[in-house]
Every structure is written in C-alpha cells, then in structure tokens.
C-alpha cells in the first residue's frame, strides 16, 4: 500500500458508524533520519501511529502526496519518538561508547530478518528513511485507540497487497 492512501483510510477509520467516541486526527510532517535528525519528532510524547517509507523524490513530501511503498506501520501509547527510535537501535559503536556507528544503524533489529530485502536493509541503516506520525486522540477516554488503529491500517494493507508491510512480520 502507498503512503498517500493513508490517510484515506485513516479518515474511515474515524468514520466507522456507531462509534463509541469523536476522534481527533493530526498528521505530521515527514520526518527523515537524515535530514531532520537533529529536529524533535512531532508529536513525540503523544499516542499515535508512526509509519516508516522510502524517501520520495524530493524526501520531504507531505503525507498525502508520497506515493511510496509503506514498509512499516507502528504504534505508541504514549511517546512516538521512543517507538520511531527503538525501531532502528543502538547509534553507538559499540554500544554506549560514545561513538557513532557507521553505517548508523547497523544494528537496527531487521539486520537478520531472510523476508526483508537488501534494499530495505541498506537504507535503515544508512538512515535513509522517512516517518511520519499520526497523533490519535479520544474525544473522552479510550484506552487502545492507537492500536486499534493500527490494527485497521494493517488490515487494509492486507487487503490492498495481500500481504503485510515488508517489516511488520514476528521477530
């Protein structure tokens, strides 16, 4: 599934009829571990959903004009950037040495995953990929919210693909 037809979904997701509770809905901007890597992650501390892609040519298109591969669809209950960040881990090498790795992420958790392509690999761990993130919110209370979403938006690219993203597979 494409990233620009997230927000499609997204927005159904918030239209089901009968729900119990109004959601509120903010997307962020794209958010590259590259470009942007000094500047905080929108909507950090909050709950959401974050997606990983390939950059788009120019890397910084909104969310809705990327028409590329979504590779990674994540949840958070609180704190996105810890989410976005644990995903790709340790930068240090060796591991809190003060040292930056090269590549950066060479230990980011899909290094040994056989149904992940190279390319894939190469480019988390050179750092060149995108996210962007969804801060989802209740109006009222509603425990699960973020990964009831989640939970939708993969179904929906199982049913668009018939297949999951390429990272959203058991470790």
Known sequence: ???????????????????????????????HFNHTFREPIEFAKDSGIYIYTC?????????????????????SDGGLAGRVWAHVGAIYDPPGSGVLCNPRFKYHQWT???????QIKTAIAIGNLVVYTIKVEAIG???????????????????VDGKLPPLNIDL
């Open 1 to 31: 599934m494409k990233v620009c037809s997230l927000k499609r979904y997204v927005e159904a997701f918030r239209a089901l009829p009968d729900a119990s509770q109004p959601i509120s809905l903010h997307f962020s901007r794209p958010w």
């Open 55 to 75: 950059p788009a040519n120019p890397w910084d298109l909104a969310l809705d004009q990327n028409a590329q591969d979504i590779w990674y669809i994540g949840m």
């Open 112 to 118: 040994t995953v056989e149904t992940v392509s190279d």
């Open 141 to 159: 209370s509603a425990p699960g919210l973020a990964q009831a979403l989640e939970k939708f938006l993969l179904a929906c690219c199982f049913r």
